[in-house]
């Protein structure tokens, strides 16, 4: 018997959906700020976990009215969105979410027309984002401590440790981040090789509470620049490996059908994770033979029509000392390096290659390639005294060094939400959907000020380029001279994830939900 909907329209299904948005985007926007409060979530075994993580603290939220819960989806939805894209940002995403969807209510109510307060709310995000990126600063070593530092909740101490793992590991290492033996955070250096896939989907995840795979015990690993096209291509090596108790990550592309069943047969306990191969066409096979020189591996040639059941699986696998993927890269590690002086030997020939360049983007594809033969990588080691602490101690380091990397990528602006408030003083007021948006995007400066006890509006005249407000001090200061930064990635993927969650609650007028039993 199929179950039982209930179908609501208009005010009935508008009103509880927005309730939802607000308690997600009240109980995350407590937290934002060096002067946010902290939310006490309670864990499955009726214990408190104190965070000021957005990420934590939505997740937790479940409402048992079904348009409500629809409300909430829709903010964690565009929350998980930013952390995924940028790994931060979860808080300005609720803050400037329930904004717009404030805002656009109140125009639609005024009888605005939906489809052209869409439009308008989409042209005038995108000049924002332009904005921001022309006035981005390019991120020094002395910008990589500021920025850990705020995303770590304006923490000194591991700012710095943060930063020096990225200092540690050079400009194209890794950085990542593990529980500590001890109470003591620290960073550690260790032979390690990335490689620039993560997983497409999670069934592999071994370890849910960092979303990631970890194999240790020395998994073997596969490589193919062919795609893998039944079972049996592989099952021989399936076998082996099981075999021998080990795991294998397999780096290839392959059918649908194959990684169903292999994501099957991993419920049942087999140890197996599967990533594509990085780039494409040479330049693939150029870093499947790097990857294959610090593995001792061979790898299969889609040119040659290797046939991977030909092989002898000892004489195909290579191994590592233990490996992690993640969404957004593997990473491979080594107690010592298992060809040290052929990897010597192609690292100098590639900076000879370097050298003799005259084009850019060969260069940087061959410094790439250097960089990930050199095997940098820094590890983080989280330690505290208690499990709840060491809880909201790793939320923070994993937000620290995701906005670390964001702040690479594509620059910083000024942080406290300033760089949204200088925005904003660009948009037209001609169109109701400039005029909205130039308001919702003072919402992040604002609620920061708010959570410290600051009347925004004596402020925001003064707020300039050259001027914003330092809520630790009390005072104004030019903030990018005060380190008080936000990457710009991590700006510009909250405001476009907060525009198309608001935009889609605006063009709404009726919800389906499965009808709840009393």
């Known amino acids: ?17 927005i309730d939802g948005v607000n308690v ?43 348009n409500e819960s629809l409300g909430a989806e829709f903010v964690k939805e565009a929350c998980n969105k930013t952390v995924n894209q940028a790994g931060d940002g979860t808080t300005s995403t609720a803050v ?16 605005a027309s939906p489809i052209d307060l869409k439009n308008e709310i989409e042209n005038a995000k995108d000049e924002v984002i332009e904005y921001l990126k022309h006035n981005s600063v390019e991120v020094d070593d002395d910008y990589i401590k500021d920025v850990a530092k ?98 294998l990550l397999i780096v290839s592309e392959m059918e649908h059908q ?51 059941a030909s092989y002898d699986p ?6 590592c000392s233990s490996l992690t993927v993640t969404k957004e890269n ?12 052929a990897i010597d030997k192609r690292m100098t020939d590639l900076n000879k290659a370097i050298e003799n360049s005259y084009s850019d983007l060969e260069k940087k594809y061959l410094g790439d390639r250097v ?58 007021e001609e169109k109701e959907g400039y005029r909205l948006v130039k308001e919702a995007i003072l919402a992040p400066f604002k609620t920061i000020l708010d959570n410290a006890g600051v009347d925004y509006s004596e402020i925001l005249p003064m707020i300039s380029e050259k001027l914003g407000y330092d809520v630790k001090e009390y005072r104004l200061c030019n903030m990018i001279e005060s380190g008080i930064i936000d990457p710009v990635k991590v700006v510009r993927c909250a405001l476009e994830n907060s525009v198309s969650a608001a935009n889609t609650l605006l063009m709404t007028d009726g919800t389906i939900t499965f009808k709840r039993s009393n």
């Open 96 to 111: 400037l979410t329930q904004e717009f969807v404030k805002l656009s209510q109140h125009a639609i109510s005024m009888n």
């Open 314 to 319: 000892k004489q195909l696998l290579g191994v």
């Open 371 to 428: 960089a990930k033969l050199s095997c940098g990588v820094s590890v983080v080691k989280v330690g505290a005294s208690t499990e709840s602490e060491l809880k909201e101690k790793t939320d923070r380091v994993d937000d620290a060094i995701h906005a670390v990397r964001a702040a690479l990528a594509e620059g910083v602006v000024e942080g406290g939400g300033t760089a949204l408030v200088n925005a904003s003083r660009i948009l037209s």
């Open 150 to 247: 705020i995303s770590s909740n304006n923490d000194e101490e591991l700012g710095s440790i943060i930063a020096e793992a990225f200092l540690k590991a050079g400009k194209n290492g890794v950085v990542s981040y593990e529980d500590s033996d001890t109470s003591t955070t620290y960073v550690e250096s260790i032979n390690g090789m990335p490689i620039d896939r993560g997983y497409d989907v999670e069934f592999f995840n071994n370890v849910p509470e960092k979303r990631c795979v970890e194999f240790k015990d020395n998994p073997y690993v596969l490589l193919s620049n062919r795609n893998i096209q039944s079972l049996q291509d592989i099952i021989k090596i399936l076998e082996f490996t099981n075999k021998e108790k080990k795991p």
């Open 330 to 341: 593997t990473i491979l590690f080594f107690d010592e390096m298992i060809n040290a002086e």
């Open 1 to 17: 018997m199929n179950p039982i909907k209930e179908v609501k329209f208009g005010k009935d299904a508008k009103e509880p959906l």
């Open 258 to 308: 194959v990684l169903k069943t292999l994501y099957t047969n991993a419920k049942q306990g087999l140890k197996v994770a599967v990533i594509s191969p990085p780039a494409v066409a040479e330049k693939r096979m150029d870093y499947l033979s790097d990857i294959a020189l610090a593995t001792n591996a061979m790898v299969l040639d889609i040119d040659t029509g290797d046939n991977i």
């Open 24 to 66: 997600v985007c009240d109980a995350v926007s407590s937290t934002m700020g060096y002067r946010g409060r902290t939310m006490l979530i309670e864990d499955g075994g009726g214990k408190p976990n104190p965070t000021k993580d957005g990420v934590s603290v939505a997740k937790a939220i479940f409402l048992d009215n079904p």
